[in-house]
């Protein structure tokens, strides 16, 4: 069974996950706390994202930011990794992650991949893009 990341943001979940869609494509689904049916005053006044799912080629990507009153920690120690059909797709997604972020390693050619990068987006998300892995 495979383990799907849950990211947490601190008020920008909305906009991230919209990114996101746009590079990855696929089924963008989000619930603000004021949907909530218990939901407080102070949920009801928030425009954060409860939950968010992005949905595509049988994957799923889960955000939200944090709850109404509650700053929570910036991500960091955890990277999404994925893995790309292809050269030039690793390459797209890179470069689109990339744009407002930082490059902590510049995509290339590596001893198990045809091309691998890393970067911080301009959202916090640490993200490791790859083409391939080569076999053997």
Not at 94 to 112: H, Q, S
């Amino acid at each position: 069974m495979p383990f799907d990341p849950y990211l947490h943001f601190q008020g920008n979940c909305r906009a991230a996950m919209t990114a996101y869609q746009a590079v990855f494509g696929g089924e963008l689904q989000l619930m603000g706390y004021g949907d909530a049916p218990d939901a407080t005053a102070e949920m009801k006044a928030s425009d954060g994202i409860m939950h968010g799912m992005l949905l595509t080629d049988g994957r799923m990507l889960l955000a939200s930011d944090f709850p109404p009153g509650f700053k929570g920690d910036p991500q960091q120690a955890v990277s999404v990794s994925h893995i790309a059909g292809s050269v030039p797709d690793a390459k797209r997604v890179f470069a689109a992650l990339a744009e407002g972020g930082e490059v902590i390693m510049e995509f290339a050619p590596t001893f198990w991949s045809d091309g691998f990068g890393m970067l911080k987006d301009r959202f916090g998300t640490h993200w490791m893009i790859s083409a391939p892995w080569r076999q053997g």
